[in-house]
C-alpha cells in the first residue's frame, strides 16, 4: 500500500531458567522510526507463566513488568521530543533504551523483526497475538520436565536391578564441567541425560537443544576422561513443534561427543542395551 510505512519490532521475554534457556513471551514493542512512533504491548496477567514455572514470584514479576512499562513510557515521550528522527535505529535499540541487556530474567529477542504497516496499531496487536497470546492462559497446558522424561527410565532400570550402578558424574574440562546425576562405568563413562521439549514454543525448543550443544563442546576437547552422552529426549506436546522438535534433535547430533539420542518410544530398547553392556562389563571382569 501506498501509505505503508517501514517498522521494526522487538519481543520482551521472561528466562525462568538461564540453565535450560526455556522462555515465555511477555509483550513487544514496535518502532515507526519515520514517524517517532512507540507503541508497546506487555502481558498483564500471569495465569501462563505460573502454570509453566510454579515457582514463578509474582511479585517479583509484576513489578519488574510495571517498571518496564514505565521504562518504555519515558522512551517514548524522549522520541516524541527529538526533532530529527533517526530511521537507522530499530525496535532492538529503542528498547535497550527503556531495559538494557544484562543476565536478568527479562530479556529482549534479537535480531529485530520488520515490516510495512499502514496501521500501527493493529500491526501491533497481530504481532501481540502471534507471539504473547498465541496460547491462552486457560489452555495452558501441563509441561513435561527433565524429571517426567527420566522417570520411565528409572521404573525399567528398577525392574532390572540396574538403578544402583548409577551415580552422580561430573565431566571436567579446562573451561567448562558438566554434572550428571545418572552415570556408570565401564572403562568409559556412560552418562545419561533426560531432555523435555515439551517447552512454550519453537524458539525455546531449538534454544535448549543448543545449550546442550555448547555445553558438551565446551569439555568435549579439553577433557582426560572418555566418556559417552545418551540424550533421552521428550517431545513436545503440540503437534505443530514438532518440526522444532526434530531440528532440536539434529542439534544435539552436531555435538562432538556424538551422543546417542532415545526418544520415549525407545526406552527399551535403552535399557536393554545398557543390561547388555553390564552383562559383557562383568564377564570381562
Same mark, same amino acid.
Given at each position: ?66 517498571? %518496564?512499562?514505565?521504562?518504555?513510557? $519515558?522512551?517514548? *515521550?524522549? @522520541?516524541?521530543?527529538? =526533532?530529527?528522527?533517526? /530511521?537507522?535505529?530499530? #525496535? ?112 525455546? %525448543?531449538?534454544?535448549?537443544?543448543? $545449550?546442550?550443544? *555448547?555445553? @558438551?563442546?565446551?569439555? =568435549?576437547?579439553?577433557? /582426560?576422561?572418555?566418556? #559417552? ?57
Amino acid at each position: 500500500m501506498s501509505d505503508s510505512r517501514p517498522y521494526s519490532y522487538t519481543i520482551l521475554r521472561y528466562v525462568h531458567d538461564v540453565t535450560t534457556g526455556e522462555f515465555v513471551n511477555v509483550g513487544v514493542i514496535l518502532h515507526v522510526p519515520s514517524s517517532g512512533l512507540l507503541e508497546a504491548r506487555l502481558r498483564s496477567s500471569i495465569g501462563r507463566l505460573r502454570s509453566l514455572f510454579p515457582d514463578l514470584d509474582r511479585k517479583a514479576f509484576t513489578r519488574a513488568m510495571h517498571a %518496564i512499562g514505565r521504562s518504555i513510557d $519515558e522512551v517514548r *515521550g524522549e @522520541l516524541q521530543g527529538e =526533532a530529527l528522527f533517526n /530511521t537507522r535505529t530499530d #525496535a532492538a535499540a529503542i528498547a535497550a533504551r527503556a531495559l538494557p541487556r544484562d543476565d536478568s530474567s527479562l530479556q529482549w529477542s534479537s535480531p529485530a523483526g520488520t515490516g510495512l504497516t499502514s496501521d500501527p496499531s493493529k500491526t501491533l496487536d497481530r504481532l501481540y497475538d502471534r507471539f504473547v497470546s498465541r496460547y491462552d492462559d486457560r489452555r495452558s497446558p501441563h509441561r513435561r520436565t527433565d524429571d517426567d522424561v527420566w522417570r520411565p527410565v528409572r521404573q525399567k532400570l528398577e525392574e532390572r536391578d540396574l538403578l544402583s550402578l548409577m551415580q552422580e558424574k561430573t565431566i571436567r574440562g579446562r573451561i567448562d564441567e558438566i554434572a550428571f546425576r545418572h552415570a556408570w562405568q565401564n572403562g568409559t563413562w556412560h552418562v545419561y541425560e533426560p531432555l523435555s521439549f515439551d517447552l512454550a514454543d519453537a524458539d525455546g %525448543i531449538r534454544a535448549k537443544a543448543r $545449550e546442550w550443544l *555448547g555445553h @558438551l563442546m565446551a569439555v =568435549a576437547d579439553d577433557t /582426560t576422561e572418555r566418556f #559417552a552422552v545418551h540424550f533421552i529426549v521428550g517431545a513436545p506436546a503440540q503437534p505443530e513443534l514438532r518440526s522444532d522438535y526434530a531440528s532440536a534433535i539434529a542439534i544435539l547430533r552436531k555435538a562432538p561427543v556424538t551422543p546417542e539420542i532415545f526418544e520415549e518410544g525407545e526406552i527399551d530398547r535403552l535399557v536393554a542395551q545398557l543390561e547388555s553392556d553390564v552383562r559383557a562389563h562383568a564377564r570381562a571382569t
